[in-house]
Nanobody, 121 residues
Framework: QLQLMESGGGLVQYGGSLRLSCVVS????????MGWFRQAPGKEREGVGC????????HYSDSVKGRFTISRDNAKNTVTLEMNNLKPEDTGVYYC??????????????WGQGTQVTVSA
């Protein structure tokens, strides 16, 4: 069974930076598309970005493009989400997720427990 564990969340001021990590165990990382999602209070979960296992490309939502960077280290079975120029609207619980089929879908098969990111104004 594939397991994911996020870390690195916390409280940061407007314009600050955070780096989230997701360690994958149970399977090798390069077999999976790796996505990052977030959920703000009272809102639906939304995709932040995804690192494709097939194309090697990384895709981002418009709201984070140019500010967030996803990178993967297959040797360490780790995916990171580097977040810069953070805004209060980036506040939420951030989840990493893994799936073999596609980056472009919401129903990833495996999910981490989430880590809280709070951006103060």
């Amino acid at each position: 069974q594939l397991q994911l564990m996020e870390s690195g969340g916390g409280l940061v001021q407007y314009g600050g930076s955070l780096r989230l990590s997701c360690v994958v165990s149970g399977y090798t990382l390069d077999d999976y598309h790796m996505g990052w999602f977030r959920q703000a209070p009272g809102k639906e979960r939304e995709g932040v970005g995804c690192s494709s296992r097939t194309s090697g490309m990384t895709h981002y939502s418009d709201s984070v493009k140019g500010r967030f960077t996803i990178s993967r280290d297959n040797a360490k079975n780790t995916v990171t989400l580097e977040m810069n120029n953070l805004k209060p609207e980036d506040t939420g619980v951030y989840y990493c997720a893994a799936d073999r089929s596609s980056c472009f879908q919401k129903n990833f098969r495996f999910w981490g427990q989430g880590t809280q990111v709070t951006v103060s104004a």
